[in-house]
């Protein structure tokens, strides 16, 4: 008898451990999930107003110290959106590094100089619960600057997405080994600012969220990204799609996460 109840005990959870372990997806019965961010809102008010404005649970990423970055933040906030700071890194192009603006993080500063920046830079954007990078092709390359940077944002209770401007970035790994709470960008949308581009793009967001369980792009506030969001984002029901925060992409993540871990200890 109690060999039978092993033997059954056994066998659900090898059933059970496969279900919990299972990806999350729409294949698996479960709805897609989808996060949008908006980068380098605060320096045009009329095209940040709109971005905004948008449906649904959009997030925003806000540069540093730039003329609408407080008012944008509480607004995005009063709305019950993420709002995130668009951290400014150096990248390995001499041309796109005069664009950085202020409050960027650079291989130059010490470790002093380099928290410094990094604590007026959130001062300048509150309600931010999570950093994202401005550019950084060539700071995220490099582990130490990374580690810096995950330390401080983990003693600071926010989470990191990877923009991925590189592909040989290592800030998820970083942020992994540091255990923070961390997201990684799928699709950029806006590469080409084109309403026929973008919506190739949005539907390559849609695609990897059908087949992966969830996924996260980011655009940028342009006439043409707004318009095709606009529309794309009120039709999301339909094909059975989740627009959420990253905030909440994270919890679901990290709920998929535990559910693993329990799943391979049983």
């Known amino acids: 008898m109690k060999n039978t109840?092993?033997?059954?005990?056994?066998?659900?959870?090898?059933v059970v451990?496969?279900?919990?372990?299972?990806?999350?997806?729409?294949?698996?019965?479960?709805?897609?999930?989808?996060?949008?961010?908006?980068?380098?809102?605060?320096?045009?008010?009329?095209?940040?107003?709109?971005a905004i404005g948008l449906p649904g649970q959009v997030a925003f990423?806000?540069?540093?110290?730039?003329?609408?970055?407080?008012?944008?933040?509480?607004?995005?906030?009063?709305?019950?959106?993420?709002?995130?700071?668009?951290?400014?890194?150096?990248?390995?192009?001499?041309?796109?590094?005069?664009?950085?603006?202020?409050?960027?993080?650079t291989l130059?500063?010490?470790h002093s100089e380099f928290i410094q920046v990094l604590d007026s830079s959130l001062r300048s954007v509150p309600h931010a619960s999570?950093?994202?990078?401005?550019?950084?092709?060539?700071?995220?390359?490099?582990?130490?600057?990374?580690?810096?940077?995950?330390?401080?944002?983990?003693?600071?209770?926010k989470y990191y997405l990877d923009s991925v401007t590189s592909n040989r970035s290592v800030a998820i790994n970083v942020a992994r080994e540091m255990a923070l709470p961390h997201l990684r960008r799928d699709v950029f949308l806006d590469n080409i600012q084109n309403d026929e581009k973008i919506e190739t793009q949005f539907d390559e967001l849609i695609s990897i969220a059908k087949r992966k369980g969830y996924a996260i792009a980011i655009g940028h506030p342009y006439p043409e990204t707004m318009s095709v969001l606009s529309?794309?984002?009120?039709?999301?029901?339909?094909?059975?799609?989740?627009?959420?925060?990253?905030?909440?992409?994270?919890?679901?993540?990290?709920?998929?996460?535990?559910?693993?871990?329990?799943?391979?200890?049983?």
């Not at 109840?5 to 090898?14: C, F, G, M, P, R």
């Not at 668009?86 to 603006?101: E, V």
């Open 17 to 50: 451990s496969l279900f919990i372990s299972a990806p999350l997806s729409a294949e698996n019965g479960k709805q897609a999930l989808i996060s949008i961010v908006i980068d380098d809102i605060g320096y045009r008010l009329h095209e940040d107003l709109r």
């Open 130 to 157: 999570g950093v994202n990078n401005h550019m950084g092709s060539l700071l995220t390359r490099h582990p130490g600057h990374m580690a810096w940077l995950m330390e401080s944002l983990k003693s600071r209770n």
């Open 61 to 105: 990423a806000i540069m540093p110290h730039s003329p609408h970055a407080g008012q944008m933040s509480a607004l995005a906030n009063e709305l019950g959106k993420d709002v995130l700071l668009h951290l400014p890194m150096q990248a390995t192009s001499d041309d796109k590094n005069r664009f950085l603006g202020p409050g960027a993080l």
């Open 231 to 266: 529309r794309k984002l009120l039709l999301l029901d339909k094909i059975g799609v989740k627009l959420i925060s990253p905030r909440d992409m994270l919890a679901r993540k990290k709920g998929t996460a535990s559910l693993h871990k329990i799943s391979l200890q049983k």
């Open 108 to 110: 130059q500063m010490t």
């Open 5 to 14: 109840t092993l033997a059954t005990y056994l066998l659900l959870s090898v």
